[in-house]
């Protein structure tokens, strides 16, 4: 028997449309993966949008997405449904930001997403996004090497996911763009172990053609009886969190490839014996690497390593060191680049609502497209007409067991 299509009474239907066009200023909504796999993200998400929202500002209404997409276009339908909110914060993953943002559409309520996807803001004048996605990144630290330290040759190491393979495509692009070359590249597969990442260190350095060579391998040792690493390019891009980076570069240490710990090393130099040219390889890496861990120990392989980002906790701006505080003392760690880049997404919308959320949902959206935003642990944004705020990336370093700001150890830098 064919299953029958419930048709709303009537005043259902009327019911609908008053809560539809009904909005309550003082109420801002928050749609996060609460539950799920994801839910540690949506917890850490909640406690730093939380921590964004001033004492006297309105109140933040929470739905769970669960981390799915269904789950994601219910949440925005219950925040707008049911609690009337005039602006929607969340979710983070894509695949759920798409489908919030499609919801978020149709029942036309400003939505503030904090996925790394570029393009949800071409969905509809209703969505924003607050987010230094992993183009920007990508973007920002090929260009500096260029930029700042004259590297034309790169290679890069990938994991073959889909983090991975989006980086490498990225990267070629923009070393391209910025006329240099891509000499060697190497990819290991998904939750690679460490075999299977030594194999990639070697396959990008020619170790795999030592046969081809004349070397001969030394069995038990794992390196070539009068092997020399081939390294034909000056910055190596390792496009993985801080844990396989790590040990990547423990791999490429242990095959003689020469990194640059230093800015004072020179980048390269004359063998003494032979005349060769000898490149001291700069390491380049992800906002991912802004976190202690990567810098712990002071391990001398991740040593001057660049990486951009756009929140630094060690900077000097008050508003940094009053966050950095205070979520410490609400957590018990210090705050992650993505909360804080949560806080201030925070920030945005109270911003647009301190100044519009008398005029509803229109007057928020409307707000939000202010062409430059405060923001106070993350530093000014610009907000271009299509809704994307765009970030002013900061480059670090490793020095010693910390992250420091890298641009003002530049000067001291040798010939490059």
């Given at each position: 028997?064919?299953?029958?299509?419930?048709?709303?009474?009537?005043?259902?239907?009327?019911?609908?449309?008053?809560?539809?066009?009904?909005?309550?200023?003082?109420?801002?909504?928050?749609?996060?993966?609460?539950?799920?796999?994801?839910?540690?993200?949506?917890?850490?998400?909640?406690?730093?949008?939380?921590?964004?929202?001033?004492?006297?500002?309105?109140?933040?209404?929470?739905?769970?997405?669960?981390?799915?997409?269904?789950?994601?276009?219910?949440?925005?339908?219950?925040l707008v449904m049911e609690h009337q909110v005039v602006a929607i914060v969340g979710p983070v993953g894509?695949?759920?930001?798409?489908?919030?943002?499609?919801?978020?559409?149709?029942?036309?309520?400003?939505?503030?997403?904090?996925?790394?996807?570029?393009?949800?803001?071409?969905?509809?004048?209703?969505?924003?996004?607050?987010?230094?996605?992993?183009?920007?990144?990508?973007?920002?630290?090929?260009?500096?090497?260029?930029?700042?330290?004259?590297?034309?040759?790169?290679?890069?190491?990938?994991?073959?996911?889909?983090?991975?393979?989006?980086?490498?495509?990225?990267?070629?692009?923009?070393?391209?763009?910025?006329g240099g070359s891509v000499t060697a590249a190497a990819s290991y597969p998904e939750g690679a172990d460490?075999?299977?990442?030594?194999?990639?260190?070697?396959?990008?350095?020619?170790?795999?053609?030592?046969?081809?060579?004349?070397d001969a391998f030394e069995v038990g040792q794992g390196k070539f009886k009068g092997y020399r690493p081939?390294?034909?390019?000056?910055?190596?891009?390792?496009?993985?969190?801080?844990?396989?980076?790590?040990?990547?570069?423990?791999?490429?240490?242990?095959?003689?490839?020469?990194?640059?710990?230093?800015?004072?090393?020179?980048?390269?130099?004359?063998?003494?014996?032979?005349?060769?040219?000898?490149?001291?390889?700069?390491?380049?890496?992800?906002?991912?690497?802004?976190?202690?861990?990567?810098?712990?120990?002071?391990?001398?392989?991740?040593?001057?390593?660049?990486?951009?980002?756009?929140?630094?906790?060690?900077?000097?701006?008050?508003?940094?060191?009053?966050?950095?505080?205070?979520?410490?003392?609400?957590?018990?760690?210090?705050?992650?680049?993505?909360?804080?880049?949560?806080?201030?997404?925070?920030?945005?919308?109270?911003?647009?609502?301190?100044?519009?959320?008398?005029?509803?949902?229109?007057?928020?959206?409307?707000?939000?497209?202010?062409?430059?935003?405060?923001?106070?642990?993350?530093?000014?944004?610009?907000?271009?007409?299509?809704?994307?705020?765009?970030?002013?990336?900061?480059?670090?370093?490793?020095?010693?067991?910390?992250?420091?700001?890298?641009?003002?150890?530049?000067?001291?830098?040798?010939?490059?």
């Amino acid at each position: 028997m064919a299953e029958r299509i419930r048709v709303p009474e009537a005043g259902d239907l009327a019911a609908r449309i008053r809560a539809r066009f009904t909005v309550r200023a003082n109420r801002v909504g928050i749609a996060l993966p609460l539950s799920g796999p994801r839910s540690s993200i949506g917890e850490r998400m909640r406690r730093a949008l939380d921590a964004g929202r001033p004492a006297q500002g309105p109140e933040l209404v929470f739905e769970d997405t669960g981390g799915t997409p269904h789950g994601a276009a219910a949440a925005v339908e219950a925040l707008v449904m049911e609690h009337q909110v005039v602006a929607i914060v969340g979710p983070v993953g894509d695949r759920e930001s798409l489908a919030a943002a499609h919801r978020a559409t149709e029942l036309e309520v400003p939505l503030i997403v904090l996925a790394d996807r570029p393009d949800l803001p071409s969905v509809s004048p209703w969505i924003f996004r607050r987010r230094f996605g992993l183009e920007a990144q990508v973007r920002s630290t090929v260009r500096y090497a260029a930029d700042h330290l004259g590297l034309t040759r790169l290679a890069i190491l990938y994991p073959t996911d889909s983090f991975g393979d989006r980086a490498a495509e990225i990267f070629w692009r923009e070393v391209a763009a910025a006329g240099g070359s891509v000499t060697a590249a190497a990819s290991y597969p998904e939750g690679a172990d460490g075999e299977a990442l030594d194999r990639a260190v070697r396959l990008l350095i020619g170790g795999e053609h030592a046969g081809a060579r004349g070397d001969a391998f030394e069995v038990g040792q794992g390196k070539f009886k009068g092997y020399r690493p081939i390294v034909r390019f000056q910055g190596l891009f390792i496009a993985d969190y801080p844990a396989v980076a790590r040990q990547l570069l423990r791999h490429l240490t242990y095959y003689d490839v020469a990194i640059r710990t230093s800015p004072t090393v020179p980048a390269v130099r004359k063998a003494v014996d032979t005349g060769r040219e000898l490149v001291a390889v700069q390491i380049l890496g992800t906002a991912a690497w802004n976190d202690p861990g990567f810098a712990r120990g002071a391990p001398m392989e991740v040593q001057n390593a660049v990486f951009c980002d756009v929140f630094h906790r060690e900077a000097p701006e008050p508003s940094v060191a009053s966050f950095v505080r205070r979520f410490h003392r609400a957590s018990g760690r210090p705050p992650s680049s993505v909360e804080a880049q949560a806080r201030d997404a925070m920030a945005w919308v109270m911003q647009a609502w301190r100044s519009a959320a008398r005029r509803g949902r229109e007057g928020v959206r409307r707000a939000l497209l202010s062409e430059h935003v405060a923001m106070p642990a993350t530093g000014p944004a610009r907000i271009r007409p299509d809704g994307a705020a765009i970030l002013t990336p900061m480059f670090l370093t490793v020095s010693g067991a910390g992250i420091v700001r890298r641009e003002r150890l530049d000067s001291v830098s040798p010939n490059r």
